[in-house]
């Protein structure tokens, strides 16, 4: 089915490990987001891409790095996780963000516990 | 940049209406969004409204749209216990290729 697809659905990882989290999206959609969403902090924005080998850092990048060598995929990963960053993740997927009705498209999140 | 704030939280009886509010501070922005979370999921689009709009009305979601205040507002009439959820307000800015999104104000409903 089209749509947008976050993997794992849930991940506990201990401090210091790296860990991906992954995002595919079947609508061909030119960008990608990811946030993270936090009880009290809404929805802050990590990294975007606006289309392929194209990536831009949001609100709160550090400790994450991004890579998009395929519109399709775009993968965020961890490097060193840290308890901090316990929270939930959300990709998202948007045409023409800014020009359009459609909005974004999320996926269903991936919650990531870090002891 | 773009900053976008609702309330936190608002508390109904099933059956009254729902106001759920919202200000943005780009004025050029061109479409603006309602997105609903329930428990456990992404967030969905619910409804959108186009700028040069002052209302937009879907069955029982009506968007409100005040543009020299800018504010932004969503009724939701005869509110059930399944629109329990959290509502988004997000605005796009054209410039930055993104949209900004409102913390979020979580809806109960009560029996």
């Given at each position: 089915?089209?749509?947008i697809?976050?993997?794992?659905?849930y991940?506990?990882?201990?401090?210091?490990?790296?860990?991906?989290?992954?995002?595919?999206?079947?609508?061909?959609?030119?960008?990608?987001f990811?946030?993270?969403?936090?009880?009290?902090?809404?929805?802050?924005?990590?990294?975007?891409?606006?289309?392929?080998?194209?990536?831009?850092?949001?609100e709160?990048?550090?400790?994450?790095?991004?890579?998009?060598?395929?519109?399709?995929?775009f993968?965020?990963?961890?490097?060193?996780?840290?308890?901090?960053?316990?929270?939930?993740?959300?990709?998202?997927?948007s045409?023409?963000?800014?020009?359009?009705?459609?909005?974004?498209?999320?996926?269903?999140?991936?919650?990531?516990?870090?002891? | 940049g773009?900053?976008?704030e609702?309330?936190?939280?608002?508390?109904?009886?099933?059956?009254?209406?729902?106001?759920?509010?919202?200000?943005?501070?780009?004025?050029?922005?061109?479409?603006?969004?309602?997105?609903?979370?329930?428990?456990?999921a992404?967030?969905?689009?619910?409804?959108?409204?186009?700028?040069n709009?002052?209302?937009?009305?879907?069955q029982r979601?009506?968007?409100?749209?005040?543009?020299k205040?800018?504010?932004l507002?969503?009724?939701?009439?005869?509110?059930?216990?399944g629109?329990?959820?959290?509502?988004?307000?997000?605005?796009?800015?054209?410039?930055?290729?993104?949209?900004?999104?409102?913390?979020?104000?979580t809806?109960?409903?009560?029996?």
């Amino acid at each position: 089915d089209a749509g947008i697809t976050q993997s794992p659905r849930y991940k506990i990882t201990e401090t210091g490990r790296q860990v991906t989290l992954m995002c595919h999206q079947t609508w061909s959609h030119s960008y990608m987001f990811w946030y993270r969403q936090d009880l009290g902090h809404g929805l802050r924005l990590i990294y975007y891409s606006a289309a392929a080998d194209i990536t831009d850092k949001g609100e709160v990048p550090d400790g994450y790095v991004v890579s998009r060598s395929k519109t399709e995929n775009f993968p965020l990963t961890l490097e060193s996780a840290t308890r901090s960053q316990t929270s939930v993740y959300f990709c998202a997927s948007s045409d023409r963000p800014g020009q359009g009705a459609d909005g974004y498209t999320f996926g269903s999140g991936t919650r990531l516990t870090v002891v | 940049g773009e900053d976008v704030e609702q309330s936190l939280f608002l508390s109904v009886r099933e059956g009254d209406s729902s106001v759920i509010n919202c200000t943005y501070t780009d004025s050029s922005s061109t479409y603006l969004y309602w997105y609903k979370q329930e428990p456990g999921a992404g967030l969905q689009l619910l409804t959108y409204i186009f700028s040069n709009m002052d209302m937009k009305q879907d069955q029982r979601l009506t968007v409100l749209l005040n543009k020299k205040d800018k504010h932004l507002s969503l009724r939701i009439a005869d509110t059930q216990t399944g629109d329990s959820a959290i509502y988004f307000c997000a605005v796009d800015n054209t410039n930055a290729g993104k949209s900004t999104f409102g913390d979020g104000t979580t809806l109960t409903v009560k029996p």
